[in-house]
């Protein structure tokens, strides 16, 4: 069973620029989920999908961040423009159902200059 | 809101020595929770988990029981390895939703 995948593994820009992230969640997994991770923290949800909807935005900064899950499958997580202290690690996880456990991919390094 | 407190890092600890990474927490429902690990150069994996109290949640040599009196789910093993440098993310969800992480404990053994 392929894993969750996602690119660009590292992207470099610079502050007020646009970024964009992709995520391909495991086959079958109803459920997904984007978290950013800065270094030396755990991760924080930003986002969480059941299907194409969204269950919890609470923690997404709306005024630069969104996000979207087009047909249920595939997730982008845009940010538009970018700040210093959006550099981290942008974490994408799937899981099948409810109470299964979450499956992570690689994460995408964003650093901000 | 709901919360995870890790002790802090790093841990230091010689090959065979005893582990334990202490994990407590705040949630206005009724947790699950999870040991997550991060490799070097790796994503993050599920280590172990607990979804009610008393429960014992293992793997790879790796416990850690869900005690509800004290809020807490210290992680422990009672003989660790080199390869088991990492970071350990303490987490909990309720009813699946709403995942909050710790902040990490990075181990380090040396041989």
């Known amino acids: 069973e392929a894993g969750v995948a996602q690119s660009p593994r590292y992207k470099i820009i610079e502050k007020r620029q646009s970024v964009a992230f992709w995520c391909n969640p495991i086959?079958?997994?109803?459920?997904l989920y984007w978290y950013q991770q800065i270094l030396g923290q755990g991760p924080k949800l930003l986002i969480q999908f059941q299907n194409n909807g969204v269950v919890d935005d609470s923690q997404l900064p709306k005024d630069r961040f969104s996000a979207e899950r087009l047909k249920g499958v595939d997730s982008t997580l845009k940010i538009q423009p970018a700040k210093l202290e959006d550099s981290a690690v942008y974490l994408c996880?799937?899981?099948?159902?409810?109470?299964?456990?979450?499956?992570f991919g690689p994460g995408t390094r964003l650093t901000v200059l | 809101g709901d919360s995870v407190t890790q002790m802090e890092g790093p841990v230091t600890l010689s090959e065979e020595a005893f582990l334990t990474i202490n994990c407590t927490y705040t949630a206005t429902g009724y947790p699950s929770l999870f040991w997550y690990v991060q490799y070097p150069g790796e994503g993050l994996q599920l280590l172990l988990k607990a979804t009610k109290a008393d429960d014992k949640g293992s793997n790879k040599g790796f416990e850690a029981t869900y005690r509800k009196e004290t809020t807490s789910f210290h992680l422990e093993k009672g003989s660790v390895q080199v390869s088991d440098s990492a970071v350990y993310f303490c987490?909990?969800?309720?009813?699946?939703?709403?995942?909050?992480f710790g902040p990490g404990t990075r181990l380090s053994v040396l041989p």
């Open positions: 086959s079958g997994h109803a459920t």
């Open positions: 996880a799937s899981k099948r159902a409810v109470f299964d456990e979450q499956f």
């Open positions: 987490a909990l969800t309720v009813y699946g939703q709403n995942f909050v």
